[in-house]
């Protein structure tokens, strides 16, 4: 046979698979408020009797807590999604802003490597001066733009 504890988690799981927190919140409020009428009721009627009246109220004041509460784990869980999503969409940001930045600063090197080789052909005896550094310059800027430089730092100090 079924123990108490066993009929109690039987009806508790039943009840946590089948409940719907906003219908059941609703029909708790609804009576909260029939209760209260009839508080008053008592008050004015049978003033000896507002003891049970105060319980009841009690009781169904319980239940909402108790179903408020049960609510609380998905909220939270709600609530961390919405963060990480803002978070993802400004980091996303932040790398197109890079990105786009990245290109400007590539466009202004080429221009600037351009400018240099258009000097370095105009020697004062037509020759062409030391192109060391240019022809350094001229291959970091021709690199693809998926090729990603480290500089020392490992990707955990970038993003700190």
Do not use: C, W
Request: avoid cysteine.
């Amino acid at each position: 046979m079924f123990s108490l504890d066993d009929l109690e988690n039987l009806s508790k799981s039943h009840l946590l698979a089948t409940a719907d927190y906003k219908k059941e919140l609703r029909s708790l409020n609804r009576e909260l408020s029939f209760q209260f009428l009839k508080f008053s009721d008592v008050l004015v009627e049978r003033p000896s009797q507002y003891a049970r009246r105060v319980e009841d109220m009690g009781l169904i004041l319980r239940n909402m807590h108790h179903l408020l509460n049960s609510l609380r784990p998905h909220q939270a869980r709600s609530t961390i999604i919405h963060l990480l999503e803002l978070q993802i969409e400004r980091r996303k940001k932040a790398v197109e802003d890079i990105r786009r930045k990245r290109e400007e600063v590539r466009q202004l090197l080429q221009k600037s490597l351009s400018a240099v080789h258009g000097h370095m052909s105009d020697g004062q005896d037509g020759r062409m001066m030391d192109g060391g550094m240019a022809v350094a310059l001229a291959d970091h800027v021709s690199r693809p733009n998926n090729e990603i430089e480290n500089y020392g730092f490992s990707a955990a100090q970038t993003y700190r």
